[in-house]
């Protein structure tokens, strides 16, 4: 649970999600969830969305890539400020079901990329797997360590989802930046996802 | 052409999505779209379902265009009014041809002071974003102005919204 659950790295997770994927898509949510993506692939993974803006947007844009490619996994990286601006879409999710999609929350209880401010759900003492468990996404876990992170990544790559990994994170900035372009971006996922050519 | 003097503005409606390929259907409810939802749920050709808030749902729709399956979002005026944000960062800033739907409350008969009010920053958050609109006034030139909007969008990979005017739907009225 929630208090016995290890203080990780984020962007030492992000490279081992990183690690074991293939052709599995990957949303990553504004801000140090997408730097640390972009950082974890060094800028050349195709099957990469940045997201650049539309804070909380994470999880929809995956739940429609899932859709519209019902046989390709897709994950979607989201901070737990912007999880929290955005919380009713774990309820679609939910009521869509779909098989394809993991969900991975990275939760230090802060708005980190402006100035580290404690988010309300620290402050209350929210537990981000309960409410996804409460909102449907019966396949809800915190990792506790790394190992369990690496085995629930595996879990999701493997079997249906829908699935919801929460890890907690230390308060560490991204190591990089991600370009700002948001059309460059938009255009190479295209390419991944194989609906435009190279 | 559809003969649209058999025709329902939503049973044009969704001829026009279908002739595109606009397969999507996501939506925050109203009362006026309840004939395109309603409609949209019953045929097997579309994905219908509800979303919590507009700007998730264009979120859902701009995810499943990048991977190569286009969509709608129907919402009303007041939901429009809470999408500034994700337009401007998400579908304008990446040239992503979002289609919106919104059925014009807050005119023509209009009840609530609310809507009223709200009802009159659409079109300029619409013109400062740049957005193609038009505003559906007539049956019989619905399935034009949805269909050029649509092959627009896609060509010009831009986010585009159709306005349905209460001159077109009867809008809604305090009973």
Redesign the interface.
């Known amino acids: 649970m929630l208090r016995n659950t290890k203080v990780m790295n984020r962007f030492d997770l992000t490279q081992r999600l990183v690690a074991k994927l293939k052709d599995e ?1 990957v ?1 990553g949510g504004i801000g140090f969830s997408n730097f640390d993506l972009w950082a974890s692939s060094g800028g050349q993974r195709l099957e990469n ?1 940045y ?7 994470a ?11 019902p046989q ?1 996994k897709v994950f979607a990286l989201e901070g737990d400020g912007s999880l929290l601006m ?1 919380l ?2 774990l ?2 999710v939910a ?2 079901a779909p098989k394809n999609l993991a969900i991975i929350v990275w939760d230090n209880g802060m708005y980190a990329i402006t100035g580290g401010q404690a988010t309300p759900a620290a402050q209350a003492g929210t537990d981000i797997v309960a409410i996804a468990r409460g909102a449907g996404i019966a396949q809800s876990a915190w990792a506790s360590d790394e190992a369990e992170f690496e085995a629930l990544v595996d879990q999701s790559l493997a079997g249906d989802g829908p699935w919801l990994i929460a890890a907690r994170i230390d308060s560490e900035r991204a190591v990089k930046q991600t370009p700002r372009d ?2 460059l ?2 255009q190479r ?2 390419q991944g ?3 435009r050519g190279a | 052409m559809v003969d649209t003097t058999t025709k329902t503005w939503h049973g044009i409606v969704l001829d026009v999505l279908k002739r595109n390929e606009v397969r ?1 259907v996501t939506y925050v409810p109203d009362n006026v779209l309840r004939p395109v939802i309603d409609g949209a749920h019953a045929d097997p050709y579309f ?1 219908a ?5 507009e ?15 286009r ?1 709608i979002v129907l919402m009303q005026t007041s939901g429009f009014a809470t999408l500034p ?2 337009l ?3 579908a304008c ?4 041809p979002l289609l919106m739907m919104v059925s014009e409350r807050g005119t023509l008969g209009e009840f609530n002071l609310g809507q009223a009010l709200v009802c009159r920053t659409m079109r300029p958050v619409l013109d400062a974003l740049g957005v193609e609109h038009h505003t559906i006034t007539r049956l019989d030139e619905t399935d034009f102005i949805v269909d050029r909007t649509i092959r627009q969008a896609i060509g010009t990979q831009a986010p585009a919204c159709l306005i349905l005017s209460p001159l077109l739907t009867g809008g809604k009225v305090l009973s």
């Open positions: 898509a949303v969305f997201m650049l803006g539309s804070m909380g947007l999880v929809p844009i995956a739940l429609g890539v899932a859709i519209a490619q390709r955005q009713g879409c309820t679609t009521a869509q948001p059309v971006h938009r996922f295209m996802m194989g609906v | 999507l994905t379902f509800a979303a919590a808030r700007e998730e749902a264009v979120g859902i729709v701009s995810g499943a265009w990048m991977a190569g399956m969509g944000n994700v401007a960062s998400l800033a990446c040239q992503i």
